[in-house]
């Protein structure tokens, strides 16, 4: 058996799964376009169901997830093209309470890694934050100073709490 077929097999539920799913598959007539004009910039973090606290669905919405729910250069990227291209007039950048992100330093996640796995990660930079709210400020100040989005692009910036469930908007 090849590396390949074992890491095949670790995917058996997955697989298994998207059978299942394309049997009852009910999307085909969406579009690329964002239907309700949203793009939402959110954290990774698996408790967080982006169009679901937004009351929207599949199709509505274009969703970008990293670590932190940071405004990265390829974020940034991604929201020319969308509202360029894809139907993007709202930019809504979500992180969320209890992030990982949020609870360290730089160097405390590079020295946890090194200490655990052996691996040096300071050539990359994870942009953690103590304080979440000034974090999110800049990223929003930076999406509306972005000379690239187009015109006329609204953004807000709010924080979601994954105990509760409720979303608190900012004003900035």
């Not at 274009?62 to 405004?71: D, E, Q, S, Y």
């Not at 992030?99 to 360290?104: E, F, L």
């Not at 796995?117 to 953690?128: A, H, I, K, N, P």
Request: charged share 25%; hydrophobic share 40%.
């Amino acid at each position: 058996m090849s590396k390949y077929s074992a890491d095949r097999n670790k995917f058996a539920d997955l697989i298994n799964a998207n059978e299942h799913y394309a049997q009852g598959f009910k999307y085909s007539e969406l579009s690329g376009s964002a239907a309700k004009g949203l793009a939402i910039i959110t954290c990774m973090d698996s408790r967080i169901n982006p169009l679901s606290v937004v009351g929207m669905r599949s199709g509505d919405a274009k969703i970008l997830r990293n670590a932190g729910a940071r405004v990265t250069e390829d974020v940034l990227r991604t929201l020319v093209l969308a509202t360029y291209l894809l139907n993007v007039d709202r930019i809504l950048v979500m992180p969320h309470t209890d992030c990982r992100m949020a609870q360290s330093d730089e160097s405390t996640l590079h020295d946890e890694i090194e200490k655990q796995y052996g691996v040096d990660t300071r050539s990359l930079e994870f942009r953690v934050t103590r304080d979440q709210e000034a974090a999110l400020e800049t990223d929003i100040t930076r999406i509306r100073a972005y000379p690239l989005i187009r015109k006329g692009v609204s953004v807000i910036g709010a924080i979601y709490d994954v105990k509760t469930g409720k979303i608190d908007f900012k004003n900035f």
